[in-house]
């Protein structure tokens, strides 16, 4: 069966440019989380859905990201405009249950780099 | 403020030893841990879990250890090989938000 996949592996940006980073989960799983890893920070969540409905965005970093889930099998992660401490490698893992009940199912991750 | 993962950032092990790789967490009311592997590259990967109601559980090669009174948590890696070679994070269930700590690399030593 594929995996979480995940779109680009890899995007090199200008400052003030919008990326959009695309994530397929697996199917049949209803849960998606994007979560964003750094040297510093470490992993960090920043916006879970269930059944396609946004449930928690509070990691967020500002206004300048955004998330959709349109349908079951698709979301995006966008950022716009994007700056040089956005660079990192960001990562979609979906579940078919809500958190705390299962494993999450990681990506190969997005590894941003805005210059 | 609350914190997960105070754990040493690197582990050098000799192959065929038995690794033991250790996790710290300060909220009480976590109820739910998982052992995550990420391997260069990649993403991480699920390698075990455990319930709050528990204090071991053992799969392949690997055991957790849960001590809630101590709030520490354990992964034990027996006969160390190559392909362990990774950064392993815990990673705890506070309030349906799955929050990692920072990491351990673990290194294998032929």
């Known amino acids: 069966d594929a995996g979480v996949i995940q779109s680009p592996r890899h995007e090199v940006t200008e400052m003030g440019q919008e990326v959009t980073l695309r994530c397929k989960p697996i199917?049949?799983?209803?849960?998606l989380f994007w979560y964003r890893q750094t040297m510093m920070r470490g992993l960090e969540l920043l916006i879970y859905?269930?059944?396609?409905?946004?449930?928690?965005d509070s990691g967020m970093p500002e206004d300048r990201f955004s998330a959709k889930m349109p349908n079951a099998s698709f979301s995006t992660l966008k950022i716009q405009p994007s700056e040089p401490r956005d660079s990192a490698v960001y990562f979609c893992?979906?579940?078919?249950?809500?958190?705390?009940?299962?494993?999450?199912?990681f990506g190969e991750g997005s590894r941003l780099t805005v210059l | 403020g609350e914190s997960v993962g105070l754990h040493l950032p690197t582990l050098s092990v000799q192959e065929g030893d038995n690794s033991i790789i250790n996790c710290a967490y300060s909220?009480?009311?976590?109820?739910?841990f998982i052992w995550y592997k990420q391997e260069s590259g990649k993403g991480p990967q699920f390698i075990i879990d455990?319930?709050?109601?528990?204090d071991k559980r053992q799969g392949q090669r690997v055991t957790v250890l849960l001590n809630k009174t101590v709030k520490h948590l354990s992964l034990q890696i027996a006969a160390t090989q190559p392909g362990d070679s990774a950064v392993y994070f815990c990673?705890?269930?506070?309030?349906?938000?799955?929050?990692f700590g920072t990491g351990t690399r673990l290194t294998i030593i032929p």
């Open positions: 893992a979906s579940s078919f249950k809500r958190v705390g009940a299962g494993e999450l199912f």
């Open positions: 199917s049949g799983h209803n849960s």
């Open positions: 859905f269930n059944n396609n409905v946004p449930i928690d």
């Open positions: 909220n009480s009311a976590s109820d739910y």
């Open positions: 455990i319930r709050s109601n528990m």
């Open positions: 990673a705890e269930n506070r309030n349906e938000k799955l929050t």
